[in-house]
């Protein structure tokens, strides 16, 4: 069974500065898509990223960007020039087929 | 286009009530999902459609939870004899094709079990 891995609970950068979420997962297949969701305290769950991994170049969004690392099964994201607005619950997510595995998410707050 | 969205936006409901979950998902996707957020945790699976067929409901905690998407767009997810536990939010997803896809997500229903 797949399982994903975010081991910040939390974190708090400064406005403008660069932070790195981080997540593992644990699969057996080779052939499977890697998400970021953001999810404010308004709760709409909302899609920051995508990965699939049979793309070797890391996918960027922005000021969001990753940092995937097959063979390790890593899976970070970069937030550059952080904003208020970025203060969220960021969850991890690995699909295989259809389902969404998730992790047990980061909350970072953005200060000003 | 108008986004996922799911009514009601909180439920109050007494042990033992039945409740039903809305889901209106983004016009002509054709995958639908639900899954279970419980506080402070990432969301779980419960169940998937395509179209009006649902092809997987092993994520169901028991046989109180029901789905259904009998037109293949809106979907109603029922719990019957609600319990404490069954206190959460209740998310929904919808995916274009039918499978590795992003979902998309309404804003969840957030129901509390007295």
Redesign the interface.
């Known amino acids: 069974a797949q399982t ?1 891995t975010q081991s910040q609970p939390e974190m708090s950068v400064q406005e403008a500065e660069t932070v790195t979420l981080s997540c593992t997962y644990d699969t057996s297949e080779s052939n499977y ?1 890697l ?1 970021w ?1 953001k999810q404010p305290p ?6 920051v990223i ?1 990965q699939e991994a049979y793309k070797q170049q890391n996918a960027t969004e922005n000021r969001f960007s990753v940092n995937f690392q097959k063979a390790a099964k890593s899976f970070s994201l970069k937030i550059s020039d952080s904003q208020l607005g970025d203060t969220a619950m960021y ?1 991890c ?1 690995f ?1 295989g ?9 980061t909350k970072l707050i953005i200060k000003p | 286009g108008a986004g996922v969205s799911q009514s009601p936006r909180y439920k109050v409901a007494k042990r033992g009530q039945d409740v039903a979950l809305r889901c209106d998902p983004i016009s002509g996707h054709v ?1 639908l ?1 639900w ?1 279970q957020q419980a506080l402070g ?5 419960l169940t ?1 459609f395509q179209n009006e067929a649902q092809l ?1 409901k092993s ?1 169901l905690p028991s046989d109180r939870f029901f789905a259904e998407r009998p037109e293949g767009s809106v979907s109603t997810l029922k719990i019957q004899r609600t319990q404490q536990e069954d206190s959460a ?1 209740y ?1 929904c ?1 919808s ?1 274009r094709t ?3 896809r ?7 229903t ?1 129901l509390t079990v007295t």
Not at chain 1, 97 to 105: D, K, R
Not at chain 2, 102 to 108: A, M, T
Request: charged content about 15%; cysteine-free.
């Open positions: 994903v898509y998400f969701y308004s709760r709409q769950m909302i899609l995508r969850f997510a699909m087929n259809y389902q969404l595995i998730w992790g047990a998410g | 995958s999902f899954y945790q990432g969301p779980e699976f998937y997987d994520g939010v998310l997803a995916s039918e499978q590795r992003e979902q998309y997500f309404g804003p969840g957030r």
